[in-house]
């Protein structure tokens, strides 16, 4: 595997239901992301983790749990979702986020529909 | 006024024409800039990222930033089908170092 990779790639979950997302990145770098990205609406940055440290949450739903247990995974917890919570959830990751000079590189996303 | 601007599109070019994608920001302070092309149903894919002043040129691609402006554009020269997708404009923050996305230009090249 290379890049930076994601599973499920879809996933379709009721509003009881617990779910969790996975990244993992194999570029050997320090920061990564969680993103929402909706329908006519710019990607919306959710969770940042530099150095497995949690630097960013970016005021997101407690419906919505991230964990990063080493610098090369990265979860999302989901559970009890609203039907509005479905999008293209993409993680992504970068040499260190705390740098001016930092490019993040996307993983392929999961596709999560809530009913 | 939206943090990082984009024109939504769709932008229509002929097959061979240059591609003009333009991007305003807010942020002053403003450091990084970056293009992003995401095809329909994909994940964004990096293009090219600019730091200072002017131009920089990668392959048919062009990046110009003008921070008194506070402006950055994408030049796509001799554009082909297979650049038909949507381009994201990102811009790390001054103040926040976080990476704020516009929304987006749908480009077509019709062949």
């Known amino acids: 595997e290379t890049g930076v990779t994601q599973t499920p790639r879809h996933l379709v979950m009721g509003m009881t239901n617990k779910k969790s997302l996975k990244c993992e990145q194999h570029l050997g770098h320090n920061a990564m992301y969680w993103y929402k990205q909706s329908a006519k609406k710019p990607l919306e940055l959710m969770f940042v983790y530099n150095f497995k440290e949690q630097t960013e949450n970016n005021s997101v739903p407690s419906r919505f749990s991230p964990e990063c247990p080493n610098s090369s995974h990265l979860f999302l917890h989901l559970h009890t979702l609203q039907p509005e919570d479905s999008a293209l959830y993409l993680c992504a990751s970068s040499q260190d986020g705390g740098q001016t000079l930092d490019t993040q590189y996307f993983g392929p996303g999961t596709r999560l529909t809530v009913l | 006024q939206k943090e990082v601007e984009q024109n939504s599109g769709p932008l229509s070019v002929p097959e061979g024409a240059i591609a003009s994608l333009n991007c305003t920001y807010s942020?002053?302070?403003?450091?990084?800039f970056f293009w992003y092309r995401q095809y329909s149903g994909k994940s964004p894919e990096l293009i090219m990222f600019?730091?200072?002043?002017g131009d920089k040129e990668d392959g048919r691609f062009t990046a110009q930033l003008n921070k008194a402006s506070q402006y950055v554009s994408l030049l796509i020269r001799d554009s082909q089908p297979s650049d038909s997708a949507t381009y994201l404009c990102?811009?790390?923050?001054?103040?926040?170092?976080?990476?704020?996305f516009g929304q987006g230009t749908t480009l077509q090249v019709k062949p």
């Open positions: 990102a811009v790390k923050g001054g103040n926040t170092g976080k990476l704020i």
């Open positions: 600019i730091y200072s002043n």
């Open positions: 942020d002053r302070g403003s450091q990084s």
